[in-house]
């Protein structure tokens, strides 16, 4: 029987902080068993070693145990407890869960028409649960975006950019350094009717032009390093969304990126979503 390289984590007491260290290693997935104890499944049993020898020395509070996990369909039975997530007008769902007509009508009458987006669970690729992804399309409907040109860095799932195309964005450009983020994208991409440009490609290599709106959901580290090539991507007016990062994280983050000023700010737990812009778009 197949086996998964996993980590045990027991006196668990930061979680939010330990999900954000997390993003450095190749997770599949977490299964939050108790308050506190968490089984992290890993890619490869490389990184799971690698995260069972890093990790303690940031935690020395929490107890971690590598183990091998056999499978037993244990993916398939822990995301079949997934249902559909509203974000404002966005109702992003796993195909079991789809909002029926009735409820989609009654959602209407609330207000304007509900957009859905159905996205299937897959490993290391989530629906829109995680409260970044959440802050993200919180923000990105803050903006007109109709007939924009749009690009979502580290697009995953593809969630951000189909949730663009919705709102009307006339090109949207999704890349990943993923192989399996971007076949997992361009499968949902499909799966939702949008039309999307999506690459496998390193930001830090890539041409682009400049784009009306930049989305970028990475780890602190991550827009830490990309600070210079991302604020390059903007467009003297344009809106840039940051997210995947902790309030920690926060000063250093934003002091990375001098060029632009905080414009909008929320925080769900620990996860911050910033969104920036040059001063020259306020003269």
Known sequence: MRTWPAVDVHRLSEPDLLQAALTDFDVAAIDERTDDSWRVFFLTADARDRAAEVLPQSFPAMQ???????????????????RAVTVGNIVVAPPWDV??????????????????????PSM???????????????????????????IDVGTGSGVLAIAAHRLG??????????????????????RNGATIDTRVA??????LSRFD????????????????????????????????????????????????????????DEWVCVTLQRETAFQ
């Open 213 to 268: 709106l930049v989305l970028a959901n990475l780890t602190g580290g991550l827009l830490m390093q990309s600070a210079g090539r991302l604020q390059d991507l903007t467009t003297p007016r344009g809106p840039m969304i940051l997210s995947g990062f902790t309030r920690e994280e926060e000063p250093a983050v934003l002091a990375a990126f001098p060029r632009l000023v905080t414009v909008d700010r929320v925080q769900e």
């Open 99 to 120: 909002p029926t007509s009735d409820q989609l009508t009654a959602m209407t009458r609330r207000g304007a028409k509900p957009q859905v987006i159905v996205i299937q």
């Open 202 to 207: 390193d930001l830090r290599h890539i041409a």
């Open 124 to 150: 290391g690729f989530g629906t829109g649960h995680h409260p970044t992804t959440r802050l993200c399309l919180s923000a990105l409907q803050q903006f007109n975006v109709k007939g924009g040109t749009i």
């Open 169 to 190: 964005a006339a090109r949207v450009i999704a890349i990943d350094d993923d192989p399996d983020a971007i076949a997992a994208a361009c499968e949902n991409a499909q």
């Open 64 to 82: 971690f145990e590598a183990v091998d996990v056999p499978d037993e369909d244990w993916a398939a039975r822990s995301q079949a407890a997934l």
